[in-house]
């Protein structure tokens, strides 16, 4: 039984050995054809045995920065009055609503409302109840 142990040990990791090895080969034929992509060569030979990694698709061009939307647009003083004062009239008329409720109500985006919600809610004009996603909304 000790032999057959042995003779199942040895072949394990003579197995893992040649595994570590099939790895290593196609990481660095991988990292040869990642490099020579970079710099626009021709990669180097693939060690003897090691099989080229497939050829990869040339990424699409970046749009140009003038056609690409900004992360941030502030709005305007009168734009922020507007929302505020249709939050507290929808709060008022539906008293309990949601921040999803109010979003569909008033079809602005979420992270919009965000912020003329924390003004009402540090000026007094209204108050909440709950946390996170059950927070409600109520007149103050």
């Not at 060569?41 to 699409?60: F, I, L, N, S, V």
Request: charged share 25%.
């Amino acid at each position: 039984m000790n032999e057959l142990n042995a003779e199942i040990e040895a072949r394990s990791r003579a197995f893992a050995h040649e595994i570590a090895d099939l790895v290593r080969k196609h990481a660095l034929a991988l990292l040869q054809q990642t490099l020579a992509d970079a710099i626009g060569a021709k990669p180097a030979a693939a060690t003897a045995g090691a099989a080229a990694p497939a050829a990869r698709k040339p990424r699409a061009k970046k749009a140009a920065a003038s056609s690409v939307p900004a992360a941030h647009v502030r709005r305007s003083t009168e734009e922020l009055a507007k929302i505020t004062e249709d939050l507290v009239a929808q709060i008022t008329s539906r008293p309990g609503s949601r921040m999803e409720t109010l979003r569909d109500a008033l079809d602005v985006p979420t992270h919009l409302l965000a912020g003329p919600i924390t003004k009402l809610l540090a000026a007094g004009r209204i108050r909440k109840d709950g946390e996170k996603r059950a927070t409600r909304y109520y007149p103050a």
